[in-house]
């Protein structure tokens, strides 16, 4: 008995190291993968809902389930439950999937915006007045930005004598794009720590 309990230990801790080596390869070379062909799959309809592309995650989720062994399918089912909801931009179903998994719920900001990203972004299938809506929030959401900038560029210009209508749009401009440049830098460095934690999890 004893024996087979390390046996199986030895094979869970194989199997984890497998899944990091895994995370590690390309689409091409996951797609290609036939001895885990179901953690292969797995970490693809993962990939694929990082892109918000139900459409593809739904697909290597089922594969996965398909060759997976019975044993592996209703953890396969939970990652494809979180993964489904992040691609959807369902926030609420998010949360209760990513905790059904023993993992830790997303933190209520990262909810929000995935809330916002669903209402400036609906996902396909989603009707043409959610599809108008999404364009006309977003559309203001720039020519507010494009305003700010303008605000804070004539405040700064104001001492020194102020600056005319027109270099002052251009200016804020920049300064906008500036500042949603960093803001992105810095999100793709964080979204990058996220999916090595995730990855570490799923492992």
Do not use: C, H
Not at 127 to 141: A, N, P, Q
């Amino acid at each position: 008995m004893a024996q087979k309990a390390r046996q199986v230990k030895l094979s869970q801790k194989s199997a984890a190291n497998e899944m990091q080596a895994l995370e590690q390869r390309s689409d091409e070379e996951l797609e290609r993968e036939t001895k885990y062909k179901s953690a292969a799959l797995s970490i693809l309809g993962a990939r694929a809902a990082e892109r918000y592309d139900a459409a593809a995650a739904r697909d290597y989720f089922r594969r996965a389930i398909a060759a997976a062994r019975p044993q592996e399918r209703m953890q396969i089912r939970r990652m494809a439950d979180a993964s489904l909801a992040l691609a959807e931009r369902r926030p609420d179903d998010l949360k209760a999937a990513v905790e059904k998994l023993g993992q830790e719920a997303p933190s209520s900001r990262q909810l929000l915006l995935l809330r916002l990203t669903g209402v400036l972004s609906p996902p396909p299938g989603s009707s043409i007045w959610l599809k108008i809506r999404g364009i006309v929030i977003g559309i203001l959401l720039v020519v507010g930005l494009l305003a700010i900038g303008f605000g804070i560029v004539m405040l700064v210009a104001l001492p020194f004598g102020g600056l005319a209508t027109g270099p002052a749009i251009i200016a804020g401009a920049v300064l906008v794009a500036i500042v949603l440049g960093i803001l992105v830098l810095f999100g793709r460095r964080r979204q990058s720590k996220a999916r090595a934690a995730a990855a570490a999890n799923r492992a």
